[in-house]
C-alpha cells in the first residue's frame, strides 16, 4: 500500500481539542501517515490558557508554532468545521511548498475578510449565545447530540466541549492575494443517511472543481472522526496518497 510519508495536522472544530481525533490517529499511523492532533489555546487540556486576547489569529499561530517545533514540511492540514478557518489562515501565512494539501472537513471555505460570524447563516445567534466566563466573552458548550455523535460517544463529547472563545469566530480571516496557489484544495462533506447536510454548510459554491479541487461525501454526523473514524481514515488515507490537480 503507498504511503504519503508527510505530516497530516488535525485541526478541531469549536469548543473541541485534540482529544476529538482520539479514534483516527493510530489507524492513520498504521496506514503510514505522520498525524498530529492540533488542541488550540483556550480549549481542551489548554482551557487554562483563555484569555480575552485570544482570537482567531492566535489560533492559525497555534498551528504555525507546532509545525516550526516539530520541523515539519509538506503538510496536509485538516480543518474541522471552525478548524477549517485556522487551516486557511495558516496557509495563507506559509503557502506552497510548506502546505501540501488543505482539506476542508464539513468547513466553510473563506474568502478574505471572511468570519464564522460572518460566512455562517446562523451568525447573528452565535452573537446573541455569547455570555462571560471570568471576564472572557465566550460561546457555551453546544449539544454534543446535534454533532451527530451517537450513545457513549455523545456523554463523552457532551463532557469534553469547551466553553470557546468569542473572538475566534468574529474575527476576520485575512487571505491575501494567491494565498492558496500550488496548494491542493479538497472538500469532504458530511451527510446523514438520507443525504441531507448533517452540518451547517450548505452553501458550497466556493468548492471548485473547475479549478482542480476534489470533492467528497461522507455518511457521517458532523463531528465525523467521532461518529465514522474508520470511514474518515479511509477516506483521508485516499486523499493523501493519491494526487489531485493543483490549479
Avoid at 100 to 117: A, K, Q, W
Avoid at 161 to 168: F, I, R, V
Avoid at 202 to 207: F, I, L, P
Wanted: with cysteine; aromatic share 6%.
Amino acid at each position: 500500500m503507498p504511503t504519503s510519508g508527510s505530516p497530516l495536522i488535525l485541526i478541531p472544530g469549536a469548543q473541541h481539542g485534540g482529544w476529538c481525533w482520539r479514534k483516527t490517529l493510530a489507524p492513520l499511523r498504521a496506514r503510514g501517515h505522520d498525524p498530529y492532533a492540533v488542541t488550540l489555546t483556550g480549549l481542551g487540556e489548554r482551557a487554562h490558557l483563555l484569555t480575552p486576547d485570544v482570537d482567531l489569529d492566535t489560533h492559525v499561530t497555534d498551528v504555525l508554532q507546532l509545525i516550526e517545533a516539530e520541523e515539519l514540511t509538506d503538510v496536509t492540514l485538516v480543518g474541522h468545521s471552525y478548524g477549517g478557518m485556522v487551516a486557511a489562515g495558516v496557509t495563507a501565512r506559509l503557502r506552497h511548498p510548506a502546505v501540501r494539501r488543505l482539506i476542508y472537513l464539513d468547513s466553510p471555505v473563506p474568502v478574505d475578510g471572511d468570519s464564522i460570524v460572518s460566512v455562517t447563516p446562523f451568525g447573528g445567534h452565535l452573537s446573541r449565545m455569547r455570555t462571560v466566563i471570568d471576564g472572557v466573552e465566550v460561546l457555551p458548550p453546544g449539544d454534543a447530540a446535534a454533532m451527530g455523535v451517537r450513545g457513549d460517544d455523545a456523554a463523552w463529547v457532551q463532557r469534553r466541549l469547551s466553553p470557546h472563545p468569542y473572538a475566534t469566530v468574529a474575527t476576520p480571516l485575512h487571505l491575501p492575494d494567491g494565498w492558496n496557489d500550488g496548494v491542493e484544495q479538497v472538500y469532504i462533506r458530511c451527510v446523514t443517511g438520507d443525504g441531507q447536510d448533517h452540518g451547517p454548510w450548505a452553501d458550497m459554491s466556493r468548492v471548485d472543481t473547475s479549478a482542480g479541487w476534489r470533492s467528497f461525501e461522507l455518511r457521517s454526523g458532523h463531528d465525523a472522526m467521532i461518529d465514522e473514524p474508520v470511514k474518515l481514515v479511509e477516506l483521508l488515507d485516499e486523499v493523501c496518497t493519491t494526487e489531485g490537480v493543483v490549479a
